[in-house]
């Protein structure tokens, strides 16, 4: 079954600190994925996705297939990255469904 | 183009009432999908279209819930004799066939009373 997992449903770090938000996936090939961020009364938007190899907003997300994960980084937190984020799948034989795990809230303290 | 909009916001209906609700995606975006998020979870993909044609539905897509997009623009989504269950915020998000990032709406909140 294809399936992604956000383990942790709430994140808090200090502003400053390293940052991981975990994602695993269930995935039989080779996986699409990506992140999306939600901020506070915005609407949902790309963060990135791993094709690209990008970096947006200081996040970096490596997809490792030996661990089946898509973990995103960030050296050093910014309270402006306080928000809710989804790790999602493209399905696989599909072109329009994203399968899109629980979500992450990121807390950044002052 | 100020991105994809989503009508009405917010809809309160009672228990068996037909709903409908409208997308406009961006302009030259040929592909558009409808989403249903409930509290605490992630997005959940109900239906998508290229153009006008309709190219896959979920299982959740139940016979009460059907999509439209007759000229390949904005589509709309209609629940009929809806149920508890229904309440969620439905997205809509929109593509180019050739991109994979999709660019969601603000949603509508249906609470089915």
């Known amino acids: 079954a294809q399936r992604v997992t956000q383990p942790e449903k709430l994140l808090s770090v200090f502003k400053g600190a390293p940052v991981e938000l975990k994602c695993n996936y269930s995935?039989?090939?080779?996986?699409?994925l990506f992140w999306y961020v939600q901020y506070s009364r915005q609407r949902l938007q790309l963060l990135l996705r791993?094709?690209s190899r990008e970096s947006i907003k200081g996040f970096t997300a490596d997809l490792n297939k030996g661990e089946t994960s898509f973990h995103l980084k960030k050296p050093f937190a910014q309270e402006e990255d306080s928000a809710m984020y989804y790790c999602?799948?493209?399905?696989?034989?599909?072109?329009?469904?994203?399968?899109f795990g629980k979500g992450t809230k990121l807390s950044v303290k002052p | 183009d100020t991105g994809v909009s989503q009508d009405p916001r917010h809809k309160i209906t009672k228990r068996g009432q037909n709903v409908t609700f409208r997308c406009d995606p961006i302009?030259?975006?040929?592909?558009l999908y409808w989403y249903r998020q409930t509290l605490g979870q992630g997005p959940e993909f109900l239906t998508y279209?290229?153009?006008?044609?309709?190219?896959?539905k979920s299982r959740l897509l139940s016979d009460r819930f059907s999509a439209e997009r007759p000229k390949g623009s904005f589509s709309t989504l209609e629940i009929q004799r809806t149920e508890q269950g229904d309440s969620a915020m439905y997205l809509c998000?929109?593509?180019?066939?050739?991109?994979?990032?999709?660019?969601f709406g603000s949603g509508t909140r249906l609470t089915v009373v």
């Open positions: 998000a929109s593509s180019l066939a050739t991109q994979d990032g999709y660019t």
């Open positions: 995935y039989s090939g080779s996986p699409e």
């Open positions: 791993h094709i």
């Open positions: 999602a799948l493209k399905g696989k034989g599909s072109q329009g469904n994203l399968i």
């Open positions: 302009s030259e975006h040929n592909r």
């Open positions: 279209f290229q153009n006008e044609a309709q190219l896959e």
